[in-house]
């Protein structure tokens, strides 16, 4: 596969992927310290941060790091979408499964949350030229 033929999700930086999901992590703990139901915001807001219509479908991390989570096979925004955005966070959630998808994601360049939730992250101005 040439260069041309790349996939778009491996155009994506590891070093943005990774500093964009700890964006997503603080601000996910700095949710929860909210006294009594910061817990529950801070659930909310990690199952379904790449889902919100109010943030276009990307989570404060990947607006921040220009990355974007489209569906599959049709590019789509994942705005409006939350049962694929809690397949992604649940895997955050399950102590073992950080681990192998960290594994799976270095090695692949896809997390295994992706793979089950039929999603991928890509740049943000790739999403943008293809028209979606």
Do not use: C
């Not at 992604?88 to 799976?104: A, E, K, S």
């Amino acid at each position: 596969m040439d260069k041309e033929q790349k996939l778009l999700w491996e155009k994506v930086p590891m070093a943005e992927r990774i500093l964009a999901g700890l964006v997503d992590i603080i601000i996910t703990l700095l949710i929860s310290l909210f006294p009594k139901i910061g817990w529950l915001f801070g659930l909310i807001y990690l199952l379904g941060k790449d889902s919100f219509s109010f943030l276009n479908g990307q989570s404060f991390g990947k607006k921040l790091f220009h990355l974007r989570v489209i569906t599959l096979p049709h590019y789509a925004s994942m705005s409006g979408l939350p049962e694929k955005s809690v397949i992604r966070g649940l895997v955050l959630l399950i102590p073992i499964l950080n681990i192998i998808d960290f594994i799976h994601l270095i090695k692949y360049k896809v997390r295994i949350a992706d793979r089950w939730s039929e999603t991928r992250v890509i740049k943000n101005q790739d999403w943008e030229t293809t028209g979606n």
